[in-house]
Structure formats: C-alpha cells, structure tokens
C-alpha cells in the first residue's frame, strides 16, 4: 500500500508513525524547508479522550511524559478590573496535561524513518501524485480538499492579536501573578485577554475580538497602544499583556468550514485535521488532528481494502467533527456573549 500524506503538522506526523507502528510505509511532503522554518506556535493542552489516544497508538507515551510541563494545568479566571473569579490548581491528576507544539511535532519526526518527510516539497496538483491512499494534512487552505469537497474557509467573526512577554516573573511580576502558573482567561463582551504561561517565564497571550474582519482595518494592529485603547479601565496587570509586549502585534484571523462539512467518498482520498473540520481556535484542534491521524492509519491497518478502510474512517470522523462544532458554538458564547464571564464560569463549574 503506498501512502502520501500531504503536511507534517501533528495529524500527518501521527498518521505517518501509526502507519510505521503497523508496518505500513508512508511519505509525507511539506512545504517548508525543515521543522524549524517557522514557529510551531505555544502550549497545547492534549486531551486523555482524543489527543492521549492518539499518543498511545503511536506508542510514545513515554517519550510524551517526558515533554508535559508541570504545573500548567492550572486555570484562573478573572474579572477585568482583575479580581479573581475561578482559579483552579495543577495537582498533576488532571487529562490535560499541556506540552509545548513545537516539542510534540519534534517527538513524532524522531519517531518517523529517515527520509519519511520530504522537505520542502510544496505539492501543487496532487492530482499528479501517484499513490494508493492520498491523505490530505495540510490545514485550513488545503490543496487536497478540492479533490473531494467544494468548501473553502470562511471569516468565523472572531480574530485574536498575538503578544509575548519574556522573563515576566522577573520584569512584570504583577502581571505573571495575574497569569498564575497556566492560563489565563478574563473574558468580556465581545473581546477578552487570554494568555498561558508557557516555558522560561514566558506568556503567551491571545487578545481576542468578537468582530467584522473589516474592524481591524480601523486602527493599527500592530500598535501596543491602540489595540490596549479597547481595554480601557480593565486592571494594569492584564493591559500590560499587550501594552509590554516583547514582540509587535501580530492579527491572526480565525476561518471555519461548515459545521456539517462532509462528502461523499472519492476513491483514494481523505482529510484529517483542519483540512477536514476547521474551526475557530477551541483548544479540540490539534488534539483531533492527532485522533483522525491515528484513526485513519488504524482502519488502513485493519482492511484489507482500501475505500473500507477511509469509509470508516470517514464516517467516525464526521460524527466527532460535528459534535466539536457544536461544543465550540457553546464557548464561544461563554467567551463574548453578554453575561460573559459568568457564562464561563458555570461551564467550567459545570465540567
């Protein structure tokens, strides 16, 4: 059986090393010139009913424990004038330990045979590949997807602006004790700030907005100070995540694909990941991407016939992509809508 996975994020790389683990060769091309081309992004919480599935059908549980920083389990939730709604600790018991992206990413390519990935191999018609199983990895503007659907990403009406400050317990310890030792959500009606600590006292934080993409064009993005003008009034310690900023402002639009997105079965072809589900950022993402890698590599070692195999692959998928969809409607609401941040507070309570 010859498999090309287009894309090695997390869901091409798992599916790569679940076929690997059942002797199952693959290929997988990226874009990019090498793992380090570009950031792999911040703290991603990996989830035991999804994203730990999937780690154990790559049988890497180990090398995982290995990458988990402790402590960043806990959550605080806080009002904007800063006063402390929620706050949970990290007793290291709960499903959700966080790991930094970049170091899952790296633990799967260890885990691939030399030469898995192809780097720096930017796939324009897929069509033209010759292969049993063509798997499409390869995100929200997928090359694959056209071959099996006609849906393209849409504006979800929210977008965040992304800024970092280094060494913050040192240099603003009053704004790392806001954070406290995982994340941080202080939500508003139509906007919030939302960071995690993630490794050497670094915080990641996500200023996000509830708005038309066209609202953005109405200030200057990547200005501390005029994206800090739309939290007027709220404590200096979460202002400071914006306005001491490390790094300049950088928007990052969200798109989605129709919660109902499916198709009907082409001969050969499959997506996994955001390629398939794309949603506003929901802290499911990658954890699926892992889940549909794992699942698809499992069903193609189970059939003997290939178009089984993706069926039922296909089929659980669809049904878990359509579920998150729903969950995600539910938190987005809980994150802008008017009686935020007390609706978040129930769902949290409520979990």
């Known amino acids: 059986m010859r498999v090309t996975i287009i894309g090695a994020g997390l869901g091409g790389l798992t599916l790569a090393r ?172 139509d906007c919030g700030i939302f960071a995690h600590r993630e490794a050497g006292g670094l915080l990641h934080t996500y200023v996000e907005f509830n708005r038309p993409l066209e609202w953005f064009e109405t200030f200057d993005v990547t200005d501390p100070v005029q994206v800090a003008g739309h939290f007027e009034g709220w404590a200096p310690e979460l202002r400071s995540l914006i306005l001491d900023t490390d790094t300049t402002p950088v928007l990052r639009a969200h798109h989605a694909l129709p919660d109902d997105h499916r198709w009907d079965r082409v001969p050969g072809v499959t997506l996994v990941g955001d390629a398939a589900h794309l949603l506003p950022p929901n802290g499911e993402g990658a954890n699926l991407a892992m889940l549909d890698g794992a699942e698809l590599a499992l069903a193609l070692a189970e059939h003997s016939d290939v178009e089984t195999a993706l069926a039922t692959y296909e089929e659980a998928m669809f049904e878990r992509a359509a579920k998150t969809a729903a969950d995600t409607e539910v938190t987005v609401q809980s994150l802008f809508g008017d009686d935020a941040p007390q609706k978040l507070l129930d769902l949290l309570i409520d979990a």
């Open 18 to 189: 679940v076929l690997h683990v059942h002797g199952i060769p693959s290929v997988v091309h990226e874009a990019e010139e090498s793992p380090t081309a570009r950031s792999q992004g911040g703290m991603l919480d990996i989830h035991d009913y999804n994203g730990q599935i999937a780690v154990e059908a790559a049988g890497l549980v180990e090398e995982f424990q290995r990458l988990v920083l402790p402590g960043r389990q806990a959550m605080r939730v806080l009002e904007n004038d800063g006063t402390v709604l929620f706050e949970k600790g990290d007793d290291g018991s709960g499903g959700r330990p966080e790991v930094q992206r970049a170091d899952l990413r790296q633990m799967l390519l260890d885990s691939l045979p030399a030469g898995t990935v192809r780097w720096g191999s930017k796939i324009t018609d897929p069509r033209a590949l010759e292969t049993d199983v063509l798997v499409g990895a390869d995100g929200a503007w997928s090359r694959v997807r056209p071959l099996v659907s006609d849906a393209k990403p849409v504006y979800a009406g929210s977008a965040f602006i992304e800024t970092f400050l280094r060494d913050a317990d040192t240099r603003y310890p009053a704004t790392a004790r806001a954070v406290g030792g995982g994340s941080l959500f202080a939500p508003g009606k």
